[in-house]
């Protein structure tokens, strides 16, 4: 970030119009860009900044003692990470990490800044807590799904919301699948069989194709 008024970052996040030069220069603002799958936010990141996504979508996942990892949350632009103001205000480390699942573009500005403007800008405060609210009702309502739907269904609802008709290929592994949905990786490899002997998908390593987007909608979808 060089200059002040930025275009694209007042229509992504509008509530920072509020920020005075002063404050601004202060935070000492950076635009960053990620290629897909890779680490833009973790603990090292969050000891020293505040971050707002600008464009592309990125996943919240928490790593357990034993290095299993389940995604909690999505991060799309003009959200705010929630694990990420709680631990900045409650001054805990952040229990996270966040991974592009596109190409990714960032803002870093100081942690102590954004703490700072969260609560001295009444605009962006209403933001984060709005995104906070939002956030825990997502995470929320994704642990009740993870508990009473088949995994047949929301393996389904995980490869429907990342594709589409245009772009029916997913690039994951089971791994990465399994920690979107909340489960272990061959639970997801079974299922995942499953749909190709029913001819709905096709996979290879690291990619899965839908060839029959109508039948899994109909069979799995909302």
């Known amino acids: 970030m060089t200059s002040f008024q930025d275009k694209r970052l007042l229509e992504v996040f509008p509530c920072l119009r509020d920020v005075c030069p002063e404050d601004w220069a202060e935070a000492k603002p950076e635009v960053r860009i990620f290629s897909a799958k890779t680490r833009l936010f973790q603990r090292e990141e969050a000891a020293l900044y505040g971050m707002l996504l600008l464009s592309g979508s990125a996943r919240i996942s928490q790593i357990g003692e034993e290095g299993s990892e ?9 959200e705010i990470c929630a694990l990420l103001v709680l631990s900045g205000l409650s001054e805990r480390d952040y229990p996270a990490v966040i991974e592009a699942e596109t190409e990714v573009v960032a803002l870093f500005i100081s942690k102590l800044s954004f703490l700072r403007w969260v609560q001295e800008y009444e605009s962006i405060r209403k933001t984060v807590f709005g995104n906070l609210l939002d956030g825990i009702m997502h995470m929320g309502e994704q642990l009740q799904g993870k508990q009473t739907k088949p995994m047949d269904m929301r393996l389904a609802e995980a490869l429907l919301r990342a594709t589409s008709e245009q772009q029916p290929i997913l690039r994951m592994t089971h791994g990465e699948l399994a920690a979107e949905v ?10 995942l069989q ?3 002997l029913q001819e709905l998908v096709e996979k290879g390593r690291g990619w899965i194709r839908i060839i ?11």
Do not use: H, Q, Y
Request: net charge positive; hydrophobic share 30%; aromatic share 6%.
């Open 194 to 196: 499953r749909f190709e």
């Open 212 to 222: 029959r987007r109508s039948e899994l909608e109909r069979l799995f979808g909302d």
């Open 70 to 78: 389940r995604v909690v949350n999505k991060l799309n632009p003009g």
């Open 182 to 191: 909340g489960t272990a990786r061959e639970v997801v490899s079974r299922t």
